[in-house]
């Protein structure tokens, strides 16, 4: 008689899917009913979770919120680019949790939590919108040595009220460069999500073994740092927003940053070329007018 995956104890299958990814995890729960069961048990995504994220667990009433399944189908993929153009009637966040990890080469390096309360004030909202995990001030010691351009970032933030996460990092580094006076490393990570950049600056030195900086900020086109509010609605469509992953998706992530800076570039020339005409033309303007003040005069 053959023997079927059903014939298989449950404890000993359970112990099996613990040990997948979440990828093959949900898809070994299309198989059978069976493993639709057991693939189902929150325990095994919570450990998943945990795996993925160290820092969920210096949050632990915050994963609470939400059902880890939920929020590994939330925060493992990346959320869709033009996911804001299509969600605006959304309420927006109260508070705010960012759980940030830090690895390099698969070993985590920096993990933290921060809440960030009083999203509704008239303050938050239209103040430029920043979340620090590591103060400049209170470098974050790790384990020397490593290379900045290895060091992979995962920023994950929660509506604990919602119930709802996504990732804004692009998992590896999109773009590194030096600081002008400390010479420490600038390692960025980032996400274009409706037309805005979400960028994670990783400052860090390999020789002296530490993170000075780890900071989330939220820039449109034009230049600015967008406002509470604007990176709220944001955040709260690419929550609710269908998500996209894989390489593929990866490479499609970087691409987006490196034409967001393109464009940023541009935009800038363009208007300091804009500024450079209107100068000529105001210096133009007054040589005229003083020049015909002379001939008035003079021809008097």
Not at 39 to 57: F, H, K
Not at 58 to 83: K, N
Not at 224 to 250: F, H, N, T, Y
């Amino acid at each position: 008689m053959a023997t079927t995956i059903e014939d298989v104890h449950a404890d000993v299958l359970a112990s099996a899917l613990r040990r997948l990814d979440g990828r093959s995890l949900a898809a070994a729960s299309c198989a059978t009913a069976g493993l639709r069961a057991l693939a189902a048990d929150p325990d095994t995504w919570r450990a998943l979770c945990l795996a993925q994220w160290p820092s969920l667990a210096l949050a632990a009433h915050h994963l609470s919120a939400i059902p880890p399944r939920r929020l590994f189908a939330d925060a493992s993929p990346f959320p869709y680019a033009d996911a804001a153009a299509q969600l605006t009637t959304l309420l927006l966040p109260e508070n705010l949790v960012s759980a940030v990890d830090v690895s390099y080469r698969g070993t985590p390096l920096l993990s933290r939590v921060v809440e960030t309360p009083g999203c509704s004030t008239p303050w938050f909202r239209g103040s430029p919108f920043r979340v620090e995990a590591v103060d400049c001030k209170k470098p974050a010691p790790v384990a020397p040595p490593f290379s900045p351009a290895e060091l992979e970032l995962s920023w994950l933030v929660v509506d604990p009220a919602r119930g709802r996460a996504v990732n804004v990092s692009s998992g590896r580094a999109a773009a590194v460069g030096r600081h002008w006076y400390t010479g420490e490393a600038l390692v960025r990570f980032a996400v274009v999500l409706g037309g805005c950049n979400f960028e994670t600056t990783v400052a860090c030195s390999e020789e002296a073994g530490h993170v000075s900086e780890v900071s989330l900020a939220v820039e449109d086109a034009d230049g600015p740092a967008l406002s509470g509010e604007g990176a709220l609605r944001l955040l709260a469509a690419a929550m609710e927003g269908e998500r996209r992953g894989g390489e593929r998706e990866r490479g499609e992530v970087k691409a987006r940053y490196e034409a967001f800076v393109k464009s940023k570039k541009w935009r800038k020339e363009s208007k300091a070329r804009r500024e450079a005409v209107i100068d000529l033309c105001c210096s133009a303007a007054s040589a005229v007018a003083v020049l015909a003040f002379i001939a008035s005069v003079v021809l008097r």
